[in-house]
C-alpha cells in the first residue's frame, strides 16, 4: 500500500471514530492525529508516493 493511501485508509478510520460520539479526551485524540496525517498528506510530493515496505 502507498503511503498516501496508508494515510488515507488511517484517516477514514478516525472520521468514523469521530462519528460515533468519543468523549472529550478520545476526541481531542482523533483530531490530534487527524491533524498529523493532514499535515503528512500536505508534505508528501508525487515521487515520495511509493509503496510501504
Known sequence: ???VANLLARKQVLL???EI???PNE???IERLLAQ???ALGL???GD???AG
Do not use: A, K, N
Request: charged content about 45%.
Open 37 to 39: 496525517i493532514e499535515t
Open 27 to 29: 476526541r481531542e485524540e
Open 1 to 3: 500500500m502507498s503511503t
Open 16 to 18: 468514523e471514530r469521530l
Open 49 to 51: 508516493c511509493r509503496p
Open 21 to 23: 460520539d468519543p468523549g
Open 44 to 46: 508528501l510530493r508525487p
